[in-house]
């Protein structure tokens, strides 16, 4: 696979980055190189809840440069079943900065940027033109595509989960590829605005932990170019059978969001 392009000025591991990340540097596929691209990377992750915990700790424990995460919500004592970046200590404070103190214990050397506000759409268009690859953790449909479009226009791959009750999906929109299929192609912008809040259906702990982890190792596949990424497949999950299943999809070319972007590429 091609590796995601990168803005950052290259990143030269010293003798505390080569020992901190030695299990990454002895797998032939990712190497020094490929650690020095995750260190010099700039993530941004929507949503610092269930999924967004699971993906932030370990995109902070694996040396991602710099994260930006954002969440305008508040630690409930109803997401400490889950959400395992915040402690119960921290009730009642912004999730992003929750998460950031959480992040910056962890790994000091990774620059955590929390942003306590809910993105609008040109707010959006600039904090992913700043990122090389985008982490959608929400839980409603306006968001998705309102990140989904943002990513479109920026060119930038996005990585989205989903998780409640017990099933989960997972897939990757390779946006910085000029042919590749994104969110509103597979999902279509109706219905509830909110895809089963957990507050309403409940979700098993344990599977949010699945599928933000499974998204934290698609955006260091991609930021590393190790491995094969989700492009154009669906991958769902059903936590009470312990089961996988896929799907494939294509661009739509009729697509509202993606179908102009690609009539200019193939111009």
Not at 23 to 52: K, N, P, S, Y
């Amino acid at each position: 696979m091609s590796v995601c392009p990168t803005r950052a000025a290259h990143v030269e591991l010293d003798d505390q980055g080569l020992l901190r990340y030695s299990r990454h540097i002895l797998l032939d596929e990712l190497g020094v190189e490929g650690q020095e691209r995750i260190c010099g990377a700039h993530v941004l992750v929507i949503g610092a809840g269930g999924l967004g915990s699971p993906v932030a700790l370990y995109l902070a424990s694996a040396g991602v440069g710099t994260l930006t995460i954002v969440d305008d919500d508040v630690v409930d004592l109803t997401n400490l079943q889950r959400q395992i970046v915040h402690t119960e200590a921290r009730v009642g404070q912004n999730k992003a900065y929750s998460a950031q103190q959480t992040l910056q214990a962890l790994n000091p050397q990774v620059q955590v940027h929390a942003l306590a506000e809910r993105a609008t759409p040109a707010r959006l268009a600039e904090l992913v033109a700043a990122a090389d690859v985008v982490l959608d953790c929400c839980d409603n449909f306006s968001t998705r595509h309102a990140v989904n479009r943002a990513c479109v226009a920026a060119g930038k791959p996005l990585v989205s989960g989903a998780a409640v009750q017990f099933s989960g999906q997972l897939t990757t929109f390779a946006l910085h590829e000029a042919d590749a299929p994104c969110y509103h192609c597979l999902f279509a912008e109706e219905g509830e605005d909110s895809d089963s809040p957990c507050a309403t259906f409940g979700v098993f702990a344990p599977l949010v932990g699945i599928i933000g982890t499974a998204q934290a190792a698609e955006a260091l596949k991609l930021l590393s170019g190790c491995g094969e990424i989700l492009r154009g497949r669906l991958q769902l999950y059903d936590a009470s059978s312990a089961r996988w299943k896929e799907m494939k999809y294509q661009r739509d070319p009729a697509c509202p969001v993606c179908a102009q972007r690609h009539a200019g590429a193939g111009r």
